[in-house]
């Protein structure tokens, strides 16, 4: 698998599948969910509908598939992240989780590209440096089979630098 780096806006990405960090409701919010919301249209938030509908939304460190509607992807997988406070390794966990469902996902629908935000580090609070090494490890412990290409995308400085220094 090759890994990229990239800073800026996933909503522009030309791949499979972007992630959206979504919220357990799945209905869209701020931040890098709204964005993929609001550049997607409605298609995405009528499947996140069906979703809900059909299973309650979406739990912490599990991921969903859904049309891209109108992004230039052909599909966003909607993942929810942990809120950083209290039990610190069970977040770890579920941040690790996140990009392993996320994956899996991928996989189950033989995709061969997908495109990351930095789930949690934003208002959720995860310490970016620790999210970016747990990120890494995860992505590279996978195994995949249809996958070539994994490229994280970074909305800020910081977390741009931290994925280039952690991919060397």
């Given at each position: 698998?090759?890994?990229?780096?990239?800073?800026?806006?996933?909503?522009?990405?030309?791949?499979?599948?972007?992630?959206?960090?979504?919220?357990?409701?799945l209905?869209?919010?701020?931040?890098?969910?709204?964005a993929?919301?609001?550049?997607?249209?409605?298609?995405?938030?009528e499947?996140?509908?069906?979703?809900?509908?059909?299973?309650?939304?979406?739990?912490?460190?599990?991921?969903?598939?859904?049309?891209?509607?109108?992004?230039?992807?052909?599909?966003?997988?909607?993942?929810?992240?942990p809120?950083?406070?209290?039990?610190?390794?069970?977040?770890?966990q579920?941040?690790?989780?996140?990009?392993?469902?996320?994956?899996?996902?991928?996989?189950?629908?033989?995709?061969?590209?997908?495109?990351?935000?930095?789930?949690?580090?934003?208002?959720?609070?995860?310490?970016?440096?620790?999210?970016?090494?747990?990120t890494?490890?995860?992505?590279?412990?996978?195994?995949a089979?249809?996958?070539?290409?994994?490229?994280?995308?970074?909305?800020?400085?910081?977390?741009?630098?931290?994925?280039?220094?952690?991919?060397?």
């Open positions: 698998m090759k890994f990229l780096v990239s800073k800026g806006d996933i909503t522009t990405m030309k791949v499979d599948a972007i992630v959206n960090a979504a919220n357990t409701s209905l869209g919010g701020s931040g890098v969910d709204g993929i919301h609001k550049a997607g249209g409605n298609a995405i938030l499947a996140c509908m069906v979703i809900r509908n059909k299973q309650g939304g979406c739990k912490v460190g599990e991921a969903v598939i859904t049309t891209a509607g109108n992004l230039p992807s052909k599909y966003v997988i909607h993942t929810v992240g809120v950083w406070n209290g039990d610190k390794e069970e977040k770890k579920l941040l690790a989780s996140c990009y392993n469902n996320c994956l899996q996902l991928a996989e189950k629908h033989q995709l061969k590209s997908i495109a990351f935000p930095n789930i949690s580090t934003g208002i959720y609070g995860f310490p970016k440096k620790e999210a970016a090494q747990i890494i490890d995860t992505v590279q412990k996978f195994s089979k249809n996958l070539e290409e994994i490229t994280f995308v970074c909305f800020d400085e910081e977390n741009y630098k931290l994925y280039k220094q952690l991919l060397k």
